[in-house]
């Protein structure tokens, strides 16, 4: 037999077996990170915890994800390090225009038939989402009387959303953004510029409250006006979308909105049918819940032992 014949099935075999031990090597990797620091990632995409785990096993200096295991077991500043990869944070100030045109147009003036309002921004990264709902609510003559949650699993994430300090190179971005989902001044009326930054103003972050809160492991709040969980889900496998969707659903006021990312939707989900949709659109999804759709028993798959409520 030729051997030159043989090594291509060869090859495949050992790459074969060398995909096979790096999907076991994420598995087990993920499966420590819940049993020492009690943070699920566990039902997040393969897809996404393959690049994300790749790129970490490279720039942090580790040949094997087996060693980087090793090391997160022993050093929490491994952990932290790590957390910077399994979290996306890529947004910007009134992302998709269209989004928040539809809110300033059509659900604020609903959200104004309430005395007062509650609004979760689930997912927040570095804050972009959560001061463009302030502004929103501000301009609408609501944030007075809401209260604006704001969480997400990465503290250092919530360390500089709270901050509300961005690049001011960014500011221009920003702005067109803010103009294209019908602002109603500048955006520059909202921020002060110092040096190289710039940094929202103070008195929009009273009406803010940042938590620590995992749609894999923790529980809802309770009675929400409007839930915008957007570009989230996508990272999730469906049976975790299903859950963070049940508990958006139990979270919501009868009547309260659902705004969902581009590339997200209810359609084929477990809790399409507790809710109507009001736009769904390309850079549009949102959704209201029906007023029969009755809370359900949402059992969390796991439980952080640490408190998930770490308010800011």
Same mark, same amino acid.
């Given at each position: 037999?030729?051997?030159?014949?043989?090594?291509?099935?060869?090859? /495949?075999?050992?790459?074969?077996?060398? $995909?096979?031990?790096? &999907? !076991?090597?994420?598995? *087990? %990797?993920? @499966?420590?990170?819940?049993?020492?620091?009690?943070?699920?990632?566990?039902?997040?995409?393969?897809?996404?915890?393959?690049?994300?785990?790749?790129? /970490?096993?490279?720039?942090?200096?580790? $040949?094997?994800?087996? &060693? !980087?295991?090793?090391? *997160? %077991?022993? @050093?929490?500043?491994?952990?932290?390090?790590?957390?910077?990869?399994?979290?996306?944070?890529?947004?910007?100030?009134?992302?998709?225009?269209?989004?928040?045109?539809?809110?300033?147009?059509?659900?604020?003036?609903?959200?104004?038939?309430?005395?007062? %309002?509650?609004?979760?921004?689930?997912?927040?990264?570095?804050?972009?989402?959560?001061?463009?709902?302030?502004?929103?609510?501000?301009?609408?003559?609501?944030?007075?009387?809401?209260?604006?949650?704001?969480?997400?699993?990465?503290?250092?994430?919530?360390?500089?959303?709270?901050?509300?300090?961005?690049?001011?190179?960014?500011?221009?971005?920003?702005?067109?953004?803010?103009?294209?989902?019908?602002?109603?001044?500048?955006?520059?009326?909202?921020?002060?510029?110092?040096?190289?930054?710039?940094?929202?103003?103070?008195?929009?972050?009273?009406?803010?409250?940042?938590?620590?809160?995992?749609?894999?492991?923790?529980?809802?709040?309770?009675?929400?006006?409007?839930?915008?969980?957007?570009?989230?889900?996508?990272?999730?496998?469906?049976?975790?979308?299903?859950?963070?969707?049940?508990?958006?659903?139990?979270?919501?006021?009868?009547?309260?909105?659902?705004?969902?990312?581009?590339?997200?939707?209810?359609?084929?989900?477990?809790?399409?049918?507790?809710?109507?949709?009001?736009?769904?659109?390309?850079?549009?999804?949102?959704?209201?819940?029906?007023?029969?759709?009755?809370?359900?028993?949402?059992?969390?798959?796991?439980?952080?032992?640490?408190?998930?409520?770490?308010?800011?």
């Amino acid at each position: 037999m030729n051997p030159a014949s043989v090594l291509p099935a060869d090859d /495949a075999e050992l790459a074969g077996a060398d $995909e096979t031990i790096g &999907e !076991l090597e994420i598995r *087990l %990797l993920m @499966e420590a990170i819940y049993l020492r620091y009690q943070h699920d990632f566990r039902a997040y995409a393969p897809g996404l915890l393959r690049r994300r785990m790749a790129q /970490a096993r490279d720039q942090m200096g580790y $040949e094997h994800l087996s &060693e !980087l295991q090793h090391a *997160l %077991l022993r @050093e929490p500043a491994v952990f932290a390090r790590l957390l910077q990869y399994l979290t996306v944070q890529v947004s910007e100030m009134f992302r998709d225009p269209a989004y928040f045109r539809v809110l300033r147009e059509e659900v604020m003036p609903q959200l104004s038939t309430w005395p007062s %309002l509650k609004v979760w921004v689930a997912g927040c990264s570095h804050g972009e989402e959560v001061w463009s709902m302030a502004i929103l609510l501000k301009e609408a003559g609501l944030l007075d009387r809401t209260i604006l949650y704001a969480t997400d699993i990465n503290p250092q994430a919530l360390q500089r959303a709270e901050a509300g300090v961005f690049p001011r190179d960014r500011a221009a971005q920003f702005s067109r953004n803010y103009l294209a989902s019908g602002g109603t001044g500048s955006l520059s009326d909202y921020y002060t510029c110092a040096y190289d930054a710039i940094a929202f103003d103070r008195g929009l972050r009273r009406q803010i409250m940042f938590a620590d809160h995992s749609l894999a492991t923790d529980a809802v709040f309770s009675e929400l006006h409007l839930v915008s969980c957007r570009n989230v889900l996508i990272y999730f496998t469906p049976a975790l979308q299903d859950r963070s969707i049940g508990l958006f659903r139990d979270s919501l006021v009868r009547g309260g909105f659902l705004g969902l990312g581009s590339r997200e939707t209810l359609q084929f989900g477990a809790h399409a049918r507790a809710f109507e949709p009001i736009h769904v659109q390309a850079d549009v999804k949102l959704y209201r819940r029906l007023p029969d759709a009755a809370p359900h028993d949402i059992t969390p798959t796991t439980r952080r032992t640490t408190p998930p409520w770490n308010t800011r």
